[in-house]
């Protein structure tokens, strides 16, 4: 297509776009900052998302665990249905529930 060409044709009304090129200028950065900024917004919004069902995970699993050395350790006590765990096993057992709690404890406190 030629000048005159392009020239005829807008003298008609047919005006086309320019086609894209890869060298073509990109906008300038103040038509895409409102872009950048939804961008953004969502990212936050899934990240948030992603912790507060990473979080109610983790506090559930830890409840099921702490409930369950509980049971354990209330099981060897009373020697109910002749259950029976070795004496370093519970060491263990009681060691790791306070490694625990403690851990948990330490995360919560360093949240500001």
Excluded at 61 to 75: E, R, V
Aim: glycine residues 8%.
């Amino acid at each position: 297509m030629t000048d005159s060409d392009i020239q005829k044709s807008e003298a008609q009304g047919e005006s086309k776009p320019p086609a894209e090129s890869p060298l073509a200028p990109k906008p300038p950065a103040a038509t895409r900052q409102p872009l950048d900024a939804f961008v953004r917004k969502v990212e936050v919004r899934s990240n948030v998302r992603v912790r507060m069902e990473s979080a109610a995970f983790l506090r559930k699993a830890f409840g099921f665990s702490l409930l369950m050395t509980f049971g354990a350790i209330f099981f060897q006590g009373f020697q109910l249905w002749g259950f029976h765990l070795s004496e370093p096993f519970l060491n263990w057992l009681g060691g790791a529930t306070v490694g625990q709690v403690g851990g948990l404890f330490v995360m919560v406190l360093r949240q500001k």
